[in-house]
């Protein structure tokens, strides 16, 4: 895994803070109530889990800027040599032909 320049490794984003759950038994009572219909999901919200991870998620999306733009930069450079090459292998195609 790529370390930005702070030392801080870079993670996926947090889970949601409505955590949607459905169990055997949530679900034997709803094809019940429903007549064998569709499960429903219950909505559970779960405490400090947005304020926990708030800094993490700005560190997290800063560094993913900082990334593309490094990304953006090899890239350009990539093409750039690889227009370079393709030039001079055209330029020494042609003198060896004749």
Known sequence: MDQPQDGTLTTAPPPPTEVKIRTMKSDIA???ASGGGLPRFENVH????SAQHESKEQAATSAVRAGSKNNLLLI?????VLAAVAIVG???Y???SH
Request: proline fraction near 0%.
């Open 94 to 96: 042609g003198r060896l």
């Open 90 to 92: 055209w330029f020494v």
């Open 46 to 49: 779960v405490a400090g889990l």
């Open 30 to 32: 709803m094809m019940a």
């Open 76 to 80: 350009v450079i990539l093409i750039v």
